[in-house]
């Protein structure tokens, strides 16, 4: 397999140059110039005759067992590891020094995979105070998990994937990736439930758990994200110029699509980066040349966009935006500028050192409902849902969240796209209903509703005649983004998350009824993919500060930003209440900082504004 052979070729090379013979082993000026002439020829890459070489050595020194080790090692170069079956098993283990004895181990353990003995590799990669030079642990760790796999254990696979993963990049971390996912799934839904149960919080197997359960449908309760360290702090002793975190690339380009079915979408994303762009000139913010990439919402666009992007010397790429673009740059054999794509990809796949992805997911808000109401002592909860993709998605993520706190959904509806009549899905749930003697069970009942303005519109008012008064709460999509009085009057007291820009209570950000004066795109509901542009840009000198140290936070436009393991950037939204018809922010819904976070180094060479070039169609 790619993950250990093509790593090996370069490491096996250099232990060729450095472990021919023990240093104490006398050696004839003959035999150190043949040695050598072998070594030439492994850097050639001819392996073949490497090997013949070191065997030709081998039955002429006294270095025999050094020897035949290095044949072997060229005939596994050549992906002829049988060839060295004959003499492999001779070679007395006890002649050899350094790295050597290792070296054997995984030669002989990767012989016994290819002759289907996996109970004998697995017992080479798993002897017990066996010390493995760090060069050769992640090749230890592939064959273990090759082993366990093919003895009927896919969890130990797994788990020994797990343990690789910090010391992979790019395509190999990628692949690996894939295959702990592709491992856990094979254990099916049930025993991964039960395991999951069982691990305490901070197993380092959870998250990988919850991803297969992702991977086989199931909604998964995730941790709330951990907001500890606001990033752009300033650095004691360094004085005023230095914020902690900030490293923005000397070029960036923005790869969205400008033309095609969704070039709406994406003309509003890029809106909001650059009224973001702009006003970070106004904390003397270093920026970069920006070059915009028209991917044309094809995942064909989003591959050419991309590399020309880097062979026109860009840093960092953002985008694409839709999620067949990113499963189309993440399916590339290689990415080799960093990539913040603006959305998940079709398959989950997860991604790897150098990538990140952010996106407004239904199901962040599904789950930080759930965990709004728990905390608000609503353990008992009805969910009534629209069956577009979004609501059904972040009702499902609110179920899975909500259980996972100990609560429970005592009944579940869905509205369709046609009708105005919900009494029967209002009935079907068995709600309690206010006689005028209400029991205090119901103090513990809430309802959450996932759907668009027009339905939650006429929901309400039905519940209320249906004589159904528990308290509501709803996703963003509820809010059609304006101060209409007259249409959200049915909609009193709901409470629902949302981008906090929004309603301006994100100190450093410009104000949202400014910019909305000026940009129609920052209005209604497009506000949200425009915040969500504005923190594509914020992003960008915070992106690796982020993976590289959890608990750290961006306070965004669309939410307070963290990044998972997996570097993903997730989002804690505000919670807002419509009142008197308007939406009105919560107090204590959102950690209100007095200074602005996004304030970066002093720069007085800002380069001037014509720095953004035009569009390319490509």
């Not at 002989?108 to 060069?135: G, I, M, R, Y």
């Not at 003397?284 to 026109?312: E, F, M, W």
């Not at 993903?568 to 107090?587: H, M, S, T, Y």
Request: with cysteine; glycine share 10%.
């Amino acid at each position: 397999m790619r993950l250990y052979r093509a790593a090996g070729i370069a490491l096996l090379i250099s232990l060729a140059l450095t472990a021919c013979v023990p240093p104490a082993a006398q050696r004839s000026p003959a035999e150190i110039a043949a040695a050598q002439q072998a070594q030439a020829l492994a850097q050639q890459g001819k392996f073949e005759e490497a090997a013949q070489s070191y065997l030709t050595l081998a039955q002429t020194s006294g270095n025999r067992d050094e020897y035949q080790l290095l044949a072997a090692e060229a005939y596994r170069q050549e992906g002829q590891l049988d060839r060295a079956a004959p003499f492999l098993a001779a070679i007395r283990r006890q002649r050899l020094t350094g790295d050597e004895p290792v070296r054997l181990d995984l030669l002989q353990a990767e012989l016994a995979l290819k002759q289907h003995n996996a109970p004998h590799a697995l017992q080479l990669t798993t002897q017990p105070n066996l010390a493995v030079p760090a060069a050769l642990q992640v090749r230890l760790l592939e064959l273990r998990s090759q082993a366990m796999q093919q003895t009927g254990d896919p969890w130990g696979a797994a788990r020994t994937r797990v343990e690789m993963d910090g010391q992979l990049s790019g395509l190999d971390q990628a692949q690996n990736r894939k295959q702990i996912v592709t491992l856990l799934t094979q254990l099916g839904v049930e025993p991964l439930k039960a395991r999951a149960a069982a691990m305490q919080p901070g197993d380092r197997m959870l998250p990988w758990v919850n991803e297969a359960l992702g991977q086989l449908g199931v909604a998964v309760a995730r941790p709330a994200p951990s907001l500890e360290q606001e990033v752009g702090t300033m650095i004691p002793g360094e004085g005023a110029n230095v914020r902690e975190g900030f490293k923005m690339p000397a070029r960036v380009a923005l790869l969205l699509p400008i033309s095609g079915s969704t070039a709406s979408a994406g003309t509003t994303v890029r809106e909001g980066f650059f009224a973001a762009y702009a006003d970070s000139s106004r904390n003397h913010a270093p920026r970069p040349p920006v070059r915009v990439y028209d991917s044309g919402g094809t995942a064909a666009g989003a591959i050419k966009g991309y590399q020309q992007a880097v062979a026109d010397g860009a840093q960092l790429v953002i985008g694409p935006l839709t999620r067949a673009e990113v499963s189309a740059l993440f399916g590339q054999p290689q990415l080799p500028v960093a990539l913040l794509a603006l959305n998940h990809p079709d398959d989950k796949s997860l991604p790897a050192s150098g990538v990140s992805e952010f996106g407004l997911l239904p199901e962040t808000e599904g789950a930080q409902a759930a965990d709004h109401m728990s905390e608000s002592g609503i353990t008992n909860a009805f969910v009534i849902a629209g069956n577009d993709d979004f609501a059904q998605r972040a009702a499902k993520s609110f179920k899975a969240e909500l259980e996972a706190r100990g609560g429970k959904v005592a009944g579940m509806g869905n509205l369709g796209t046609t009708g105005v009549n919900y009494a029967s899905t209002i009935s079907g749930l068995g709600m309690p209903t206010d006689t005028g003697d209400v029991s205090a069970a119901t103090n513990n009942t809430g309802i959450f509703i996932s759907m668009r303005p027009q339905q939650a519109r006429l929901l309400l008012p039905q519940l209320k005649l249906a004589r159904v008064n528990l308290p509501v709460f709803g996703t963003s999509h509820i809010y059609a983004g304006v101060d209409d009085a007259g249409a959200n009057r049915d909609l009193e007291g709901v409470e629902f998350c949302d981008a906090p820009w929004l309603f301006d209570v994100q100190p450093g950000l410009p104000n949202h009824g400014d910019i909305a004066g000026q940009l129609p795109a920052a209005r209604g509901t497009s506000a949200r993919l425009f915040a969500f542009g504005m923190d594509a840009w914020n992003l960008a000198p915070y992106v690796d500060w982020l993976r590289a140290h959890p608990g750290s936070y961006l306070p965004g436009a669309s939410g307070q930003l963290t990044a998972d393991q997996f570097g993903r950037i997730r989002r804690v939204l505000v919670w807002a209440k419509f009142q008197d018809g308007l939406a009105r922010p919560l107090n204590g819904s959102l950690q209100m900082d007095s200074a602005p976070a996004l304030a970066p180094p002093t720069d007085n060479n800002n380069p001037p504004p014509n720095n953004v070039q035009p569009i390319d169609h490509n």
